[in-house]
């Protein structure tokens, strides 16, 4: 770690806290909202754009950002995005019109992206390699930590009514003098072995499955409420309440991901987490019983927190610092084109097989996608092993 005070780091917990799930903080919101502007033509999509708007805009702004962000400094980006965060988050609790409100949430959407970009540029600047793996364990667990934040808190503030739930955006308020003051930016002079990192192209694979990683978790969110409360007759706080318990195991797996990092490389707990995924989703399959829920939807979350904190470790791992910003704009990008992009690929499938159908065939798919790999990759170490002794030999 290059000095850095512990206040600092902290600063950085918090700013990862509120990036990754802060634009479904609106989702227990969406038909009161629908109710209010329901004179609108076409309303039922405006009321479902407010919600994904912003991943659109992310997926589709980050790798822009990200040369920004490397022009005018992590800082003064940060402490910029905060202060938009805020105002155009909170925007819903007085705009009158629907179109300003989607724009609001445009904006919204360019914010978390910037959040996201330093947060995950300034871990790579922060720490050495050997020292990623054990905070990012402890990132995304705040990153978990953010999501039951934004959404129970976004639930409690609907209750009262569908404006005040935009009010929680104003919590990145409480962050900016933090981050004003504590974000430390590190100048590190470029090295012939940056060089030999930044062409690198395994970073490439590295986005796409960052991508079917974030397409496969977002199932989650948007499949699982019509399945509890559509066919099993589910309350919205039994929905909620499991969808917490999921961000939960999501803070305990990214902590895991630290220790399992000390025994296998990046690609392989990569399949395990996938693997993790795939006895949930069969596990969500074949529950008949709505506290059984509770068992698979955690477990996914579980795995989710291992995948994600792999993942951004492993992208880390091939960058350097000239590149790391531009890098952790396409990552971003990828992340949330999975999620922006996950009800276009699979609710057609959803819609023909029906939802717990539809998880139970994805699991087998998954299973052996995890199987197959296994074998490539065993009789590829197998030939490099055999090559490497006739080398010696």
Not at 49 to 55: E, I, M, N, Y
Not at 229 to 245: N, P, S, Y
């Given at each position: 770690?290059?000095?850095?005070?512990?206040?600092?780091?902290?600063?950085?917990?918090?700013?990862?806290?509120?990036?990754?799930?802060?634009?479904?903080?609106?989702?227990?919101?969406?038909?009161?909202?629908?109710?209010?502007?329901?004179?609108?033509?076409?309303?039922?999509?405006?009321?479902?754009?407010?919600?994904?708007?912003?991943?659109?805009?992310?997926?589709?702004?980050?790798?822009?950002?990200?040369?920004?962000?490397?022009?005018?400094?992590?800082?003064?980006?940060?402490?910029?995005?905060?202060?938009?965060?805020?105002?155009?988050?909170?925007?819903?609790?007085?705009?009158?019109?629907?179109?300003?409100?989607?724009?609001?949430?445009?904006?919204?959407?360019?914010?978390?992206?910037?959040?996201?970009?330093?947060?995950?540029?300034?871990?790579?600047?922060?720490?050495?390699?050997?020292?990623?793996?054990?905070?990012?364990?402890?990132?995304?667990?705040?990153?978990?930590?953010?999501?039951?934040l934004f959404v129970v808190g976004g639930g409690f503030l609907s209750d009262i009514s569908w404006r005040?739930?935009?009010?929680?955006?104003?919590?990145?308020?409480?962050?900016?003098?933090?981050?004003?003051?504590?974000?430390?930016?590190?100048?590190?002079?470029?090295?012939?072995?940056?060089?030999?990192?930044?062409?690198?192209?395994?970073?490439?694979?590295?986005?796409?499955?960052?991508?079917?990683?974030?397409?496969?978790?977002?199932?989650?969110?948007?499949?699982?409420?019509?399945?509890?409360?559509?066919?099993?007759?589910?309350?919205?706080?039994?929905?909620?309440?499991?969808?917490?318990?999921?961000?939960?195991?999501?803070?305990?797996?990214?902590?895991?991901?630290?220790?399992?990092?000390?025994?296998?490389?990046?690609?392989?707990?990569?399949?395990?987490?996938?693997?993790?995924?795939?006895?949930?989703?069969?596990?969500?399959?074949?529950?008949?019983?709505?506290?059984?829920?509770?068992?698979?939807?955690?477990?996914?979350?579980?795995?989710?927190?291992?995948?994600?904190?792999?993942?951004?470790?492993?992208?880390?791992?091939?960058?350097?610092?000239?590149?790391?910003?531009?890098?952790?704009?396409?990552?971003?990008?990828?992340?949330?084109?999975?999620?922006?992009?996950?009800?276009?690929?699979?609710?057609?499938?959803?819609?023909?097989?029906?939802?717990?159908?539809?998880?139970?065939?994805?699991?087998?798919?998954?299973?052996?996608?995890?199987?197959?790999?296994?074998?490539?990759?065993?009789?590829?170490?197998?030939?490099?092993?055999?090559?490497?002794?006739?080398?010696?030999?």
């Open positions: 770690m290059n000095n850095i005070k512990k206040l600092s780091i902290f600063t950085l917990l918090l700013l990862s806290m509120i990036t990754m799930m802060s634009n479904v903080a609106i989702v227990t919101a969406l038909p009161a909202l629908k109710s209010h502007f329901n004179d609108i033509d076409n309303i039922e999509f405006y009321s479902r754009l407010v919600l994904t708007l912003p991943s659109l805009v992310i997926a589709l702004l980050a790798p822009f950002l990200g040369h920004l962000i490397a022009k005018i400094g992590k800082k003064k980006a940060a402490t910029i995005a905060l202060i938009q965060f805020a105002i155009s988050g909170s925007a819903g609790l007085y705009l009158e019109s629907i179109n300003m409100i989607l724009l609001s949430r445009a904006v919204l959407g360019i914010m978390i992206a910037v959040l996201m970009i330093v947060t995950t540029s300034l871990v790579g600047d922060y720490f050495k390699p050997e020292d990623r793996p054990k905070f990012m364990g402890l990132q995304n667990a705040f990153v978990g930590l953010g999501g039951i005040d739930t935009f009010a929680i955006y104003l919590i990145s308020l409480l962050i900016l003098p933090l981050a004003f003051t504590q974000i430390k930016e590190i100048k590190i002079e470029p090295s012939k072995q940056d060089g030999d990192i930044q062409i690198n192209k395994g970073i490439y694979f590295i986005y796409f499955l960052a991508f079917v990683y974030m397409s496969l978790f977002f199932i989650l969110p948007t499949q699982m409420p019509f399945l509890l409360i559509g066919e099993f007759g589910a309350t919205g706080k039994f929905t909620g309440a499991i969808i917490a318990a999921t961000f939960v195991a999501n803070a305990i797996g990214a902590i895991i991901f630290a220790k399992l990092k000390g025994y296998f490389s990046f690609r392989t707990i990569f399949l395990i987490g996938l693997f993790i995924f795939a006895i949930g989703f069969m596990g969500l399959g074949l529950a008949n019983n709505l506290y059984l829920f509770f068992i698979p939807a955690p477990i996914m979350g579980f795995g989710a927190g291992i995948m994600l904190t792999n993942l951004t470790a492993w992208m880390l791992s091939y960058t350097s610092m000239q590149n790391r910003v531009k890098s952790s704009g396409y990552f971003t990008s990828a992340l949330f084109f999975g999620q922006f992009a996950s009800p276009l690929i699979f609710q057609n499938i959803v819609n023909h097989l029906g939802i717990q159908n539809f998880f139970t065939n994805l699991s087998l798919i998954i299973a052996t996608v995890v199987f197959i790999s296994l074998i490539i990759f065993s009789l590829r170490n197998k030939e490099n092993l055999n090559i490497q002794t006739k080398q010696k030999g």
